[in-house]
């Protein structure tokens, strides 16, 4: 007989026609005596990224969406969305649920087994569910409407840490290559901003080395969360972006960077698509891999596949020589490498010399201590900016630079600089007289990034030319390291 009253709903949202969900409507027979019934968790990209949750029930699988999976930590309660109850058939199904139908998105089976009932009412439901994956007593409750929570009864497996709310990245210090190859790993140093990116339940949370969350701001992390589903992961990397040329250009990135509304960020992330190279995996499965070797993190991380439009796994050149990693970068104009020790564990928050960058052309972050006016049509306009470096004695002057602004970036420069206005000079090194008659001063906060041939014999940048702002960085770590 067919069941109106339970699948109703389900059959009224639903064309056979148009989607490949079974439409079966007819009651199972009742199951054998002593035969626990089934349950099914399956991984739904839709819209959004969720989990449905069902149970058996009275003949048919009783459904709720979890946005965030089947909480594994008894102490963090996830969202379950009461949905409409679906056919037992469609425990088995997997498959593209066809764009602008109910649901519209790819099914697959993320899990299933079968479940003791404990307890069964309008508002709770208790079982303990017998999967590969999701094992052990879950509570579910009502909160209001078709809003439930989900919650983890049994104590956590031995070994689980929460995911961390921040990892400190770890920095590398400048240097040349290597005396021993076989000790050591390259990687391509990316030309773009640092990104430590936290994967829960499928949602990305990305941070810059200045804890500032940048996740809103680059629309395109949302594909490491799609690809990682249910596995939460602290992941490092660089956002990237690329020039006409195909390399990495910094340039082009900053076109990301000073954006606020959703829909201007919409709208240049489709002018100037930015990826997420991934290079390090910090944090797995409940599990923190900070104190395994780069070797073993890199194995776990190369496992994962992560790759796709938005999103590659860096490479790890091992068992070659670093010289030929670093006349490779060199041909293909790239900005240098970075050595890092094969059995160092992943030392968060510290600049070590496990982690070596070898430049092929030297760049340089630096704090800006004041500006000069242009001459003649550029007369009240940017000229060029002071710089300062971090020094035992506060901040070092190290030259000016004024080449290679753009004119949008000038007045953008300027608009900044001038509420930072201060009478005094910034620097605990002179200024030559010739610059500091003509200098405007300000409060030395903004950090930008140059490039420069050489350094005189007292610290300052030969032929310094400007790469842009690098609002990733705080003052505090503009060093000669940096």
Known sequence: MADGGRLGAYQAKRDPARTPEPMETERSRPRPDGARPVFVIQ?????????????????????????????????????????????????????????????????????????????????????????????????????????????RMDPVREGFQPLPERIEPMLAVTGSLPARDEEWAYEVKWDGIRAVAYIDGGRVRALSRTDKDITAKFPELREVGEQLGARPAVLDGELVALGPDGRPSFGQLQQRLHLSGSAEISRRARQVPVSYVVFDVLHLDGQSLLDLSYDERRRRLESLGLSGPSLATGDSFRDVSGADVLAAAQERGLEGIVAKRRDSPYRAGRRSGEWVKVKIFMTQEVIIGGWTEGNGERSGELGALLLGILGVDGLRYVGKVGTGFGEEARRELLRALRPLARKTSPFSSPVSPSVAKLAHFVRPVIVGEVRYSDRTADGHLRHPSWRGLRPDKDPGEVTSES
């Open 43 to 151: 991984e739904h990209h839709a819209r959004a990224l969720h989990w449905d949750f069902r149970l058996e029930h009275d003949g048919v699988l009783v459904s709720w969406a979890l946005p965030k999976g089947v909480p594994e930590d008894p102490a963090t309660n996830h969202l379950a969305v009461h949905t409409e109850d679906h056919p037992l058939e469609y425990g088995s199904f997997e498959g593209d649920i066809p764009r602008g139908e109910y649901g519209g998105g790819q099914v697959s089976l993320w899990d299933h087994g079968d479940y003791d009932l404990e307890k069964w009412t309008e508002t709770e439901v208790k079982v303990v569910l017998h999967g590969s994956k999701a094992q052990g007593r879950y509570v579910l409750f009502a909160t209001g409407g078709k809003n439930w929570m989900i919650h």
